[in-house]
């Protein structure tokens, strides 16, 4: 069966040089998450759904067009999460991504 995973995390994170065109930054993140829609096994048996621990460590790279906007040249991230499976009970993922960056306050 297919997973489907939320992730709920918050934490710091540390930008560089944001007053330049270009600014670097980097977060880390802890929280929980959510999976649903699946089957992972339990000491009564296989349920549906589980809880477990979430850690995201990201950075990037933006360019700034104006002070309320950027274009996001880079997102790069790892997570981590920690829901029951029959080995490990440990998922990793690589992110990338890239976008526009809306700032409502400078």
């Given at each position: 069966?297919?997973?489907?995973?939320?992730?709920?995390?918050?934490?710091?994170?540390?930008?560089?040089?944001?007053?330049?065109?270009?600014?670097?930054?980097?977060?880390?993140?802890?929280?929980?998450?959510?999976?649903?829609?699946?089957?992972?096994?339990?000491?009564?048996?296989?349920?549906?759904?589980a809880n477990g621990f979430a850690a995201q460590l990201?950075?990037?790279?933006?360019?700034?067009?104006?002070?309320?906007?950027?274009?996001?040249?880079?997102d790069a991230g790892w997570s981590r999460t920690q829901?029951?499976?029959?080995?490990?009970?440990?998922?990793?993922?690589l992110r990338l991504g890239a976008g526009m960056v809306?700032?409502?306050?400078?």
């Amino acid at each position: 069966m297919p997973l489907s995973l939320v992730t709920i995390t918050f934490g710091p994170r540390y930008r560089w040089h944001s007053d330049r065109r270009l600014s670097l930054f980097d977060q880390g993140l802890i929280g929980e998450a959510n999976g649903f829609g699946s089957i992972f096994p339990a000491t009564t048996g296989l349920q549906p759904d589980a809880n477990g621990f979430a850690a995201q460590l990201s950075g990037g790279v933006d360019y700034k067009l104006s002070n309320r906007f950027a274009i996001r040249v880079l997102d790069a991230g790892w997570s981590r999460t920690q829901l029951p499976n029959s080995t490990s009970s440990v998922q990793n993922a690589l992110r990338l991504g890239a976008g526009m960056v809306l700032r409502f306050a400078h």
